[in-house]
């Protein structure tokens, strides 16, 4: 697929900031991908002001009237707006009018609208959330799931590796990712009977060389390094996300009200207000872009719903470079060859 022109499908409704930063985030991933094509999905009378009268022949816009709110039922909401931006999307997706779809919008209706526009890679039993974070080791790990699924048997924990895995080598550049499963310790007897069988699961799954696992670790090491890869289920996930989106917050408000303290000398303000836009860029969810969902025979990205016009653009940057680096593919592979060896043995 190198060289080939990349169709996305966005959301220009989706997300706090819709359409004006969602318009903005796609016009400047155009300028940064000449390979891209955009659809802007959405009511025309809406979009149409934020594109200031810009003419490009790799954007089209395509109306969609409804809008699914971010405090609405996705089942209900879909069944009952299917002319709404989300709903767009997924069709378009489902005739493979593009190759990806991106949405800062409602995360449970654009998870059911994908798996319902794309269904699942053969064999895969549960698709997945794999939300990007940085580490104090300048490399990233990636959490799967991040809520797209609750209740999780030991296979799905295995699947969510292999994906994860897939999709930290293809598109973040991670050589040979270490697995890691969330745990309360790292030993082998903690968390109960049920993350035990998980752990044998995985150790089992990752002796037959489709990942490589290196046991347990705690909330606190997944943004210390000491896994590429970090797999539990999507309940504890999206706890997870919430709560190191809440610290984060709360850490660059702090030190920006102590910089902006008038009892510090030039030079002191200067190396804190250089510090905290260094942390800003280094933990803020814009420099991720937005998070796929593994599994599905298609690519979806969900933005985080408070996302301005750079991490649409980085968004954007996620979707073209999962299809280009034929992550579903490898994926398909893997999961195939893991199903082939259980049969086997």
């Known amino acids: 697929m190198l060289g080939e022109a990349v169709r996305i499908a966005v959301d220009a409704m989706g997300g706090d900031r819709a359409p004006q930063d969602v318009v903005s985030g796609c016009l400047a991933a155009l300028d940064a991908y000449p390979d891209v094509r955009i659809l802007l999905v959405g009511r025309p009378e809406a979009v149409e002001p934020c594109l200031a009268g810009r003419d490009d022949e790799r954007l089209r816009l395509v109306p969609a009237r409804e809008v699914v709110g971010m405090d609405e039922s996705p089942a209900q909401a ?3 707006k299917k002319d709404s931006s989300i709903a767009v999307c997924a069709g378009l997706l489902r005739k493979g009018d593009v190759s990806a779809v991106v949405s800062a919008g409602n995360t449970g209706a654009v998870v059911a609208a994908a798996m319902f526009a794309a269904r ?3 064999g895969v039993h549960r698709p997945g959330i794999a ?4 580490t104090t080791e300048e490399r990233p790990v990636v959490l799967c799931d991040a809520g797209a699924n609750i209740h999780c048997k030991p296979d799905h924990y295995a699947q969510y590796a292999i994906m994860a895995a897939a999709y930290a ?12 499963l969330l745990n309360i310790g790292t030993e082998e007897g903690k968390g109960g009977s049920g993350l035990r069988a998980v752990r044998e699961h995985l150790e089992a799954v990752s002796a037959r060389g489709l990942f490589r696992f ?12 000491e896994a590429d890869v970090v797999v ?8 997870v996300l919430k709560a190191a989106e809440g610290a984060s917050r709360a850490v660059v408000e702090y030190l920006a009200a102590f910089a902006a303290r008038g009892d510090h000398d030039d030079r002191a303000r200067q190396a804190l207000t250089e510090a905290l836009e260094r942390l800003q860029t280094f933990t803020h969810y814009a420099e991720y872009g937005g998070a796929p969902l593994l599994g599905i025979d298609g690519c979806a990205i969900i933005a985080h719903g408070r996302s301005d016009a750079r991490a649409l653009q980085n968004a954007v940057r996620v979707a073209r470079d999962f299809a280009l680096r034929r992550v579903n593919e490898h994926i398909a592979t893997r999961i195939g060859a893991a199903q082939d060896e259980a049969v086997e043995t």
């Open 169 to 180: 080598e293809d598109v973040l550049g991670v050589a040979r990712p270490r697995v890691a």
């Open 131 to 134: 939300v990007t974070f940085p």
């Open 78 to 80: 879909l069944r009952k």
């Open 232 to 239: 539990c289920d999507g309940f504890t996930g999206n706890m």
């Open 214 to 225: 290196v046991g347990a670790v705690e909330a606190n090491h997944v943004f210390e390094g």
């Open 120 to 122: 699942l890679l053969p």
